[in-house]
């Protein structure tokens, strides 16, 4: 059974930094692409970035590109996103997902199949 849990939220002033860990197990090799999204509270849930099993396919969304990064530690199962220079409009729950093939969008949550339950990311004013 795939499983994926997230950590590392809170609460930070605007300019600074958060290090998000998505921890997946069940998976039976590191051929899958792990996905972050995040829903502000009345707001769709959007793609923030992905990265994909081999070395260099990462993703960003252009709301966070030079700002946030991704990345993967294979020998531990898990995936970092670095927050850094927040802004008050980056609040929100934040979820990793996975997938062993991303098919289509992939900054649709309909392209992804296993989800974690979120965590929540706060940035103050």
């Known amino acids: 059974e795939v499983q994926l849990v997230e950590s590392g939220g809170g609460l930070v002033q605007a300019g600074g930094s958060l290090r998000l860990s998505c921890a997946a197990s069940g998976f039976t090799s590191d051929e899958y692409s792990i996905g972050w999204f995040r829903q502000a509270p009345g707001k769709e849930r959007e793609g923030v970035s992905c990265i994909g099993s081999r070395p260099g396919t990462t993703i960003y969304a252009d709301s966070v590109k030079g700002r946030f990064t991704i990345s993967r530690d294979n020998a531990k199962n898990t995936v970092y996103l670095h927050m850094n220079s927040l802004k008050p409009e980056d609040t929100g729950v934040y979820f990793c997902?996975?997938?062993?093939?991303?098919?289509?969008?992939?900054?649709?949550?309909?392209?992804?199949?296993?989800w974690g339950q979120g965590t929540q990311v706060t940035v103050s004013s």
């Open positions: 997902a996975a997938d062993w093939a991303v098919v289509g969008d992939w900054g649709a949550p309909a392209s992804w199949d296993y």
